[in-house]
């Protein structure tokens, strides 16, 4: 079994900076595909970024490209999601998701429920 906890998350105003973290216990997520979803407010959970195992393919949503980098640090049992330039809409509670399934482009339309593992989440709050 795997927990995934999330972390970082907070109140900020427009166009400033957060980090958020999901840490692993358990079980180390070495091969595991590493995905972010968030929900906003009477919102449907969306696709944010997602990290193949390695760290070197990663996919975003088109509303953060170029604003959030997914990384991560195995050693750690870590993923991160760094998000700049914030803005109002990016208000929401951010999930981390782990899946033994290699990275693929799909993977961006699927439910966080299909993952084989998945965090409650952290609030982050964009005033403008």
């Known amino acids: 079994q795997v927990q995934l906890v999330e972390s970082g998350g907070g109140l900020v105003q427009a166009g400033g900076s957060l980090r958020l973290s999901c840490a692993a216990s358990?079980?180390?997520?070495?091969?595991?595909?590493m995905t972010w979803f968030r929900q906003a407010p009477g919102k449907e959970r969306e696709f944010v970024a997602a990290i193949s195992w390695s760290g070197s393919n990663t996919y975003y949503a088109d509303s953060v490209k170029g604003r959030f980098t997914i990384s991560r640090d195995n050693a750690k049992n870590t993923v991160y999601l760094q998000m700049n330039n914030l803005k109002p809409e990016d208000t929401a509670v951010y999930s981390c998701?782990?899946?033994?399934?290699?990275?693929?482009?799909?993977?961006?339309?699927?439910?966080?429920?299909?993952?084989?593992?998945w965090g409650q989440g952290s609030q982050v709050t964009v005033s403008s």
């Open positions: 998701a782990a899946d033994s399934t290699p990275l693929y482009p799909a993977m961006m339309t699927r439910r966080m429920e299909e993952y084989d593992y």
């Open positions: 358990g079980r180390t997520f070495r091969s595991y595909t």
